[in-house]
Each structure stands twice: as structure tokens, then as C-alpha cells.
């Protein structure tokens, strides 16, 4: 009889496990980024937002069972390397999808293999006009456009009086869109850029380009920009003698950004496409510092990007169903309407794959926090 109740208790145990084998599976979800590089900051800052969501809901017991794992890989800014490493973790890897890739060529070198493969990329960490318009179908964005920032900042301007506005812009695909919006911007408010420069993306030089800001009397300077770029190209203005605004946009939104600045950085407009960090009145953002707090960390405008767009990957991931495909994924993903992710509404559709059309613009203090 002993032996038989040793049996059965052996029988009942391993039944057990089978049961609770789930909770050890793995949602792999592929990440390519700069973690080195220019915008090392940001996509650090980004990624831990997501991080500290996507921690919370494994600690909670995962998604039907299952544990999300975050496979990220640092790309250096580099579009090749952001290529070969989105197909290492789409043929290799097999992950179910991409999430918060950084930077509007690095983002656009994937969507062949997206296509290819079927795989959803959710939250680039670029708003790029090209993955809004056309839709790009297996592209999830979860914030706002950068023509639109672009064009508010140019729009805020003018409402101030500041009429010498002058542009300092990237030469790539991020450039030449945040350009369009700016334009809109000078056309609504009946003006013209006293200056219109670019340079190169791979080796910013801002020697040339100094002197002719200082010349064209510009009050103000809309730099579209990664963030080390942006910081040496205000440095060089500064020290060529020019007392100019500095404005930039949302892709500088990390505390990392502002620190780099240094000595200038206040009074640095940055657009933002989330609500203040101290903005309590929403539910996002004292989500993410209850989040943030337990982990002993401090909430920046970047963090609230990656912690939202986690969200958005968690829902998609929890309707996709307890044996999740990139296909379901995709499918559940488009049927995503109204999804509020906390003040915020978030609305996809096989016609419209924006998410969010938030614009606000913050300001640099003192202590070097963003303030609204």
C-alpha cells in the first residue's frame, strides 16, 4: 500500500509540473537599437521604461502563463547593423516580434525583412512620416509624427514673437521629414528660415555652419538631430557667438540629452510626445513612477515612450492568445481601438497604424529636468 501511494504521489507531482510547464515559456520579442553610439541615452532610457512594464507583468505571472523575454541587440546607430541584427533575431531568434527600434533609416532597412517575414514591429522609436503614410503594414506606431512636433515648435515660435528662425538639419530620411513639418510651420506663421543648413549624419562638422547662424542674426534654432549631434552642434553655435534658442525634438527627450548639454542647457525647447513625467493627472504617467520607484529609479520624458509602447506589445501579446504566432499577433494588433493606456488612447486599424497623435513641447530648467 505504501508503494502505491508513493506512485500515486510520483504521478500527481509530475502531472503538476506539466500543468505549470507554461510559466517557464518564453514570448521572445526582438529589440535592435544604439545601446552604443549617438543616441546611446535615449535608447538606454527607452529601453528601461519598457523594462520596468515588462518586469511588473512577468513578476505577475507573464501573459496566458507565458514570461516575455526582451532579446535586445546593440545596432550602434548603424542602419546595416540594424539590418543584420533584425535578421538574426527574425530567422535565428525566431521572435514572435520586433519592438522600439531607433532611428527613421534604421527603422525603414527592416521593413523588407518585416514583410517578408510576417513579423510586427511595435514602437519604433521614430517619427518618421514613412512608417504613418502609407501605412506600412506590419509597423505599430505608438507616437505622434515628427512633422507634427516640427511644425509646432515652428508654430510656438512664432506665438512668441521670434520671427529669425533658423534650421540646422540632419542629411537623411529623420532630416528631411522633420523638415516638412517645420515648413508647414514657417508657412502658417508667414515666415522663412533666415537659415537652412545640413550636415552629415555619419561625421557632424558644425565649423561651417557656426559662423553663418552667427551671421543670419537667427533668434532661434530648430536642430533636427540625434542627441550627441545636437549637443556638439549647440556647443559650436554657442562658442562661435551665437546667443540662439535651441530647439530639438522628441528623440532628445532623455535626461541623458540634457545632461550632455551641459552648462547650456537650459532653456533648451524640446517637443515631447508624452504628457509631462510629474504630470500625475495621468494614469501613465503615475504608473510609471510607482514602476520606477521600486526599482530605486527616476522617471524621464524617454522612460514613458518605452514604458507606453510595452503596453501597447502587452495587449497585442495578451489578445494574440495563449499560443501566440506573428499572424495573430498582427491581427491583434490591427483590432486594437480605444485601448487606453492610461489618459492616453491608442487606436490601430488595417488603414491607420499611428496610435497616438500627442504634441506638446517642454522646456529645460536649471536643474536640467524638462518642464512644461
Known amino acids: 500500500m505504501a508503494r502505491f501511494w508513493q506512485r500515486t504521489r510520483l504521478v500527481l507531482a509530475l502531472a503538476a509540473a506539466v500543468v505549470s510547464a507554461p510559466s517557464w515559456a518564453q514570448l ?8 552604443t553610439g549617438p543616441v546611446a541615452a535615449g535608447v538606454q532610457e527607452t529601453t528601461e521604461g519598457a523594462r520596468l ?7 505577475r505571472g507573464g501573459i496566458h502563463g507565458q514570461k516575455i523575454e526582451l532579446v535586445s541587440l546593440d545596432d550602434k ?16 531568434r ?5 519592438f522600439l527600434t531607433r532611428g ?5 532597412a527592416v521593413i ?6 510576417g513579423v510586427p514591429l511595435v514602437g519604433p522609436s521614430t517619427g518618421a512620416m514613412v512608417l504613418h503614410r502609407p501605412v506600412r503594414r506590419h509597423v505599430f506606431n505608438v507616437r505622434a509624427p515628427y512633422q507634427r512636433e516640427a511644425e509646432k515648435a515652428i508654430s510656438h515660435l512664432a506665438s512668441m ?3 529669425r528662425i533658423a534650421l540646422v538639419i540632419t542629411d537623411d530620411s529623420f532630416g528631411t521629414d522633420g523638415l516638412a513639418g517645420a515648413l508647414r510651420g514657417f508657412e502658417s506663421a508667414k515666415l522663412k528660415p533666415v537659415l537652412q543648413e545640413r550636415f552629415d549624419r555619419a561625421r557632424p562638422d558644425f565649423s561651417a555652419i557656426a559662423p553663418k547662424l552667427v551671421e543670419s542674426q537667427a533668434q532661434a534654432v530648430l536642430m533636427v538631430a540625434s542627441g550627441v549631434a545636437a549637443a556638439e552642434g549647440y556647443a559650436a553655435f554657442r562658442t562661435a557667438g551665437s546667443g540662439a534658442q535651441l530647439v530639438t525634438l522628441s528623440n532628445n527627450a ?10 547650456n542647457a537650459r532653456g533648451v525647447i524640446v517637443t515631447q510626445v508624452f504628457p509631462n513625467e510629474r504630470a500625475m493627472n495621468y494614469p501613465l504617467v503615475r504608473e510609471a513612477h510607482d514602476l520606477a520607484k521600486a526599482q530605486g529609479k527616476e522617471v524621464s520624458p524617454a522612460m514613458l515612450e518605452g514604458l507606453a509602447a510595452a503596453k501597447v506589445l502587452v495587449e497585442g501579446l495578451r489578445r494574440a492568445g495563449p499560443k501566440p504566432t506573428r499572424e495573430r499577433l498582427q491581427a491583434a494588433l490591427e483590432g486594437l481601438q480605444k485601448f487606453d493606456i492610461g489618459g492616453l488612447e491608442v487606436n490601430f486599424s488595417p488603414e491607420d497604424h499611428s496610435g497616438l497623435d500627442f504634441a506638446d513641447l517642454s522646456i529645460i530648467g536649471t536643474d536640467g529636468k524638462f518642464r512644461r
Open 53 to 59: 512594464y515588462l518586469n511588473d507583468v512577468n513578476a
Open 254 to 263: 532623455s535626461s541623458g540629452f540634457a545632461k550632455s548639454l551641459g552648462p
Open 161 to 163: 514673437g521670434i520671427t
Open 94 to 98: 525566431n521572435v514572435l516580434a520586433l
Open 28 to 35: 521572445l520579442i526582438g529589440q535592435t537599437a544604439g545601446f
Open 77 to 92: 546607430f548603424d542602419p546595416a547593423l540594424t539590418k543584420a541584427n533584425a535578421r538574426t533575431l527574425i530567422e535565428q
Open 112 to 117: 523588407p525583412l518585416l514583410d517578408q517575414a
Open 104 to 108: 527613421t533609416p534604421n527603422t525603414e
